[in-house]
């Protein structure tokens, strides 16, 4: 496959751009870091440009300078991002709280815009995955920026999803579960008061037993790279906890329903039609 990933220099990015040079992929990273490293390790399968995905501009240009090099792409993974302002909401400062947000979720959405047409020139199904994580599903108090920013990019992939029915390629968002990166550490030397006591705890527990599978992760990566996950599109699927790779899992039944994407609940839906 020829995968174009963002974010790839580092973290989880890092992880999923080299467990694909290792199964053969061709792979372009894209990061503000350099990679020589893995262009030097990996000959012949990475490239990589230097860029901040939160500027159209320079992606642009690098879905340019990819399209010099490649006629077509099978996917795109978008791993990019940051954790960025964190603090009490009403506390923290607007710039660096907007920094944050166009970092994580314009970033993914100029990735997407800027890659689309190579994706589409494709002849076999295309994939799209894009990361949310913490605080996409439930509030995550202190880290305002970052749960908005990774909640929109799950409704970005649905809206997409629901626009692209008749095109071919999915688009998918994973969770990827409490993994150990810069992220973490960040939480940490921020302090508890900053981050507040239940996030540091949780931090520093994490961090001291290792956090949760990286392995989990790059097999959803994997699988949804695969035809296996063909017509699968619009979902948040979690690495950790949803039964993708098992047997009962009946991608066709899924994708006509609403499981796995953000909805209201109902009072009826709790047994409480009569507040």
Not at 28 to 55: C, E, H, I, P, T
Not at 72 to 90: F, K, N, P, Y
Request: proline residues 3%; hydrophobic residues 35%.
């Amino acid at each position: 496959m020829k995968v174009v990933i963002t974010g790839s220099s580092s973290g989880i990015g890092r992880s999923v751009t080299e467990s694909l040079l290792c199964r053969g992929d061709d792979v372009w990273g894209v990061a503000r870091s350099d990679q020589s490293d893995l262009k030097s390790n990996y000959k012949g399968l990475f490239n990589y440009s230097l860029a901040d995905v939160s500027s159209w501009e320079e992606i642009k240009k690098v879905a340019t300078a990819i399209s010099e090099s490649w006629t077509s792409i099978d996917a795109l993974i978008t791993c990019a991002g940051i954790q960025g302002e964190v603090g009490r909401t009403v506390n923290t400062d607007p710039e660096k709280w907007a920094k944050t947000v166009t970092a994580n979720l314009s970033g993914t959405y100029f990735s997407i815009r800027a890659f689309h047409p190579l994706l589409c020139l494709n002849q076999k199904r295309g994939k799209i995955i894009c990361f949310s994580g913490g605080g996409a599903t439930k509030a995550r108090p202190n880290f305002s920026a970052y749960g908005a920013s990774k909640t929109a990019i799950v409704r970005l992939v649905e809206t997409i999803a629901e626009e692209e029915k008749s095109s071919n390629f999915d688009i998918n968002s994973v969770a990827p579960g409490s993994i150990n990166t810069r992220l973490t550490d960040e939480v940490l030397h921020l302090g508890p008061s900053i981050v507040g006591e239940t996030e540091y705890n949780a931090a520093l527990k994490q961090k001291n037993e290792g956090g949760q599978s990286l392995k989990k992760v790059i097999e959803l990566i994997e699988w949804l790279l695969s035809n296996q996950s063909d017509g699968l599109s619009g979902k948040l699927l979690s690495a950790q906890w949803d039964p993708w790779n098992k047997p009962k899992f009946n991608t066709t039944a899924i994708n006509k329903s609403d499981v796995y994407t953000l909805r209201r609940i109902l009072p009826e839906d709790r047994n409480l039609a009569n507040i």
